[in-house]
């Protein structure tokens, strides 16, 4: 076993994403239906260079999404079933719409009460602004590198196009960055909870979570 080495990448934090053939021109000629409200303050932007959201948190409920829901849904299980290997059923819990005018971006946050969160991008182009990952480890030791990997890399951006759908961890911490085009960034934005039972029937912590319509 001399000059045997091995190197494990553990634990790994999955960023899902595929570009769906839908007409997203279609869905942001819908949009001038819905109200907006800028998503909120910032510690070192003023709200007006904060993207704005739709006031509705359940735009997938309209019935002119239909079908747009159905083939996000089928989409996620691909995710959730041939690559997470679940068995357990998931719910739509909240979706709305973001937009951004050009300087307008989003702080760092994540989304509290769900699983996984996603993003479909409608209108947007190489400047409109990428969205970055953060996982904002409590490391013991903020070393400099030569470059950066997946080993000792912290932040990745994904720069996004007309309908990329991306699935992730909702813990994990993202934002916007700040749209540099001329065009307005749409995207639809959505979180996930696993319906049904958690755990193992004979497990203590087991729990039956069933999600309101």
Known sequence: MSGYTFLYNAFSTPIYGKVL??????????LQKYD?????????????????VSNSLNVLNDKKFKDLKKVLMNEFYLFTEEHMRYINE???????????????????HNHNNSMYSAVLYLQTDENSGAISFNKYENKRFDLEVQDFNILNGTEWKITPGNGLF?????EIYHKTQENKSD???????????????????SADSRAKINVEK
């Open 90 to 108: 998931f719910k739509i819990t909240t979706s709305w719409f973001t937009k951004s005018i050009k300087g307008q971006s989003s702080n760092w």
């Open 183 to 201: 065009i307005v960034r749409h995207s639809l934005a959505l979180n996930f909870l696993p319906t049904g039972l958690l755990g193992h029937t």
């Open 21 to 30: 053939n839908i007409d997203t021109k279609k869905i942001v000629s819908q």
């Open 36 to 52: 907006f409200h800028n998503a909120g303050f910032d510690d070192f932007l003023d709200v007006k260079e904060i993207a704005a």
């Open 166 to 170: 991306l699935i992730f961890p909702s």
